[in-house]
């Protein structure tokens, strides 16, 4: 037996029909009305984007605010991760340097021992003066740069000049507060060096290219590609195992040698003191080195 409901829900069913039609209909319409006003007035339809921005925009900051705060404590567990990790690496990396400095301690006992037996004489010890690149002779046929720190600094002239990568040429003027270079690749450039590993002698000679090359070899000298050159402290007048450059070609005799230190941007340079009972490169100078950095 069907009720009162049945009946009207019966009768109800074709105006739903007729209202979901009729509102698909109006949907549609607006649709080509809106497209219709974009093409007519932009002004409007611009104003009426920005009205709808602005009355929306509160509403999505609201709402992206939680999803914000999930990528937050994503990204602080994913720390979290990453934190523990590296700790774990960082300990065993101290684990193997306590290794290494304790060898190392060995071997410096050892060493001293050593020396004691033999009566070994100890190297020279030699400072540094820091200066700072002021200029540079920016020609074709002059490979210099000038410093601001001369003899009141305690610069002298034919003095090595180092950067943290290795050589870079001598000391061929010291003025008052001043002092020039001789760049390694300069023509007028010769400087007493050896092959690391075999110790044969020679000399480096630049030719105002980028390349300076070695003459003077033994005739019975063999180099290769790679090899490492040193100054051998031939002449007294640098301090010998100065890390100087590598080989990178030899072609009929003529080797040719890419120095370390990059002579076309250098801003800072050690000048070396060498001799005379002052402190070993690497130990803070105190009182005997001198730190230059003033324009």
Known sequence: MRGPGDRMLRLAAPFRVALQRFSFVLLV??????????????????RLRLTI???????????????????????AVGNLVYLHSENVRLRDENDRLLKWQAFALRLEQ???????????????????ISARVIGD????????VLLNAGVREGVEEGQAAITGDGL???????GERSSRILLLTDFNSRVPVAVQTTRQRA????????????????????????????????????????????????????????PYAALDRIEYVRILRFGRGTLMIGEHPGASGTERDDG
């Open 29 to 46: 319409a607006a649709a080509l009305l809106l497209m219709m006003l974009a093409r007519a007035d932009t002004g409007l339809t611009k």
């Open 53 to 75: 921005d602005d009355a929306v925009a509160p509403v999505m900051a609201v709402l992206s605010q939680p999803l914000r705060t999930v990528h937050h404590a994503v990204d």
């Open 110 to 128: 050892q060493n001293t021992i050593y020396r004691s037996l033999l009566s070994a004489q100890v190297e020279e010890r030699r400072s540094f």
């Open 137 to 144: 002779s920016g020609g074709p046929f002059v490979r210099t």
């Open 168 to 174: 870079v040429g001598r000391l061929v003027q010291a």
């Open 203 to 258: 000399f480096l000679a630049g030719d105002n290219s980028n390349l300076p090359r070695l003459t003077f070899l033994a005739g019975n000298a063999r180099v290769r590609q790679g090899d490492r050159i040193v100054t051998s402290g031939d002449g007294g007048l640098f301090p010998p195992g100065l890390p100087v450059g590598i080989i990178t070609s030899v072609t009929q005799g003529d080797a040719r040698v890419q």
